[in-house]
């Protein structure tokens, strides 16, 4: 399994921008896929999570409200739609595939995920 992520850029506070991550392989429509990010100086984090159907999802308190996560099993790709950004929302975001086949619970450690992506980079500017 290889996941890309893209779509990470330069964008003022109160703006918007969309991630996606492109998975290979024949696993992806069968398991949880999230999404952590990791700030500049700080341990990497939690941010959102989707169930392997798309039916079900579940996010850090800090995103709630403002950051939705969705899948397109068709195109092997989970999407991360982020608004209203804050300069705290600056990070690298990853994404990572869940470790269990069509999992009933969703997972917020990082220990669930055995593949991630490479990260890209979301700066939110002041």
């Known amino acids: 399994v290889q996941l890309q992520a893209s779509g990470g850029g330069l964008v003022q506070a109160g703006g918007s921008l969309r991630l996606s991550c492109a998975a290979s392989?024949?696993?992806?429509?069968?398991?949880?896929m999230g999404w952590f990010r990791q700030a500049p100086g700080k341990e990497r984090e939690f941010v959102a999570t989707?169930?392997?159907?798309?039916?079900?999802?579940y996010y850090a308190d800090s995103v709630k409200g403002r950051f939705t996560i969705s899948r397109d099993n068709a195109k092997n790709t989970v999407y991360l739609q982020m608004n209203s950004l804050k300069p705290e929302d600056t990070a690298v975001y990853y994404c990572?595939?869940?470790?269990?086949?069509?999992?009933?619970?969703?997972?917020?450690?990082?220990?669930?995920?055995?593949?991630w992506g490479q990260g890209t980079l979301v700066t939110v500017s002041s």
């Open positions: 989707i169930n392997w159907r798309g039916t079900n999802t």
């Open positions: 990572a595939e869940d470790r269990a086949a069509y999992a009933i619970s969703l997972h917020t450690s990082q220990s669930s995920y055995d593949y």
């Open positions: 392989g024949h696993t992806f429509s069968s398991h949880a």
